[in-house]
Nanobody, 126 residues
């Protein structure tokens, strides 16, 4: 059974940092694009960042460029999202996602991803 488990969320003050982790189990994702999405209350799920299977290609939402870094450790089947200079508008549930198709370029649409974690809450206070 494939599982993606996010961790690292929490409450942080504006300007602070958080590092989210997503540990995958049930199969290896070393050849898969991994992504992060978020959903704020009353809003649609939106793309945050994605990383190719090799880590050589990374995409970020405009709102997160310069403030976040996505990385992965294929040996640990884990992907990370380092977020800095957090704003209250970054408050959301953050989801990890994995593309089941091997060696595809990273996508920015939720439809590109097959597997999803349960999410981790990030709350940024002003």
């Amino acid at each position: 059974q494939v599982q993606l488990v996010e961790s690292g969320g929490g409450l942080v003050q504006a300007g602070g940092s958080l590092r989210l982790s997503c540990a995958a189990s049930g199969r290896t994702f070393s050849s898969s694009t991994m992504g992060w999405f978020r959903q704020a209350p009353g809003k649609e799920r939106e793309f945050v960042a994605a990383i190719s299977w090799s880590g050589s290609t990374k995409y970020y939402a405009d709102s997160m460029k310069g403030r976040s870094t996505i990385s992965r450790d294929n040996a640990k089947n884990t992907v990370y999202l380092q977020m800095n200079s957090l704003h209250p508008e970054d408050t959301a549930v953050y989801y990890c996602a994995a593309d089941a198709r091997p060696y595809f370029n990273p996508g920015r649409s939720a439809e590109d991803y097959t597997y999803w974690g349960q999410g981790t809450q990030v709350t940024v206070s002003s």
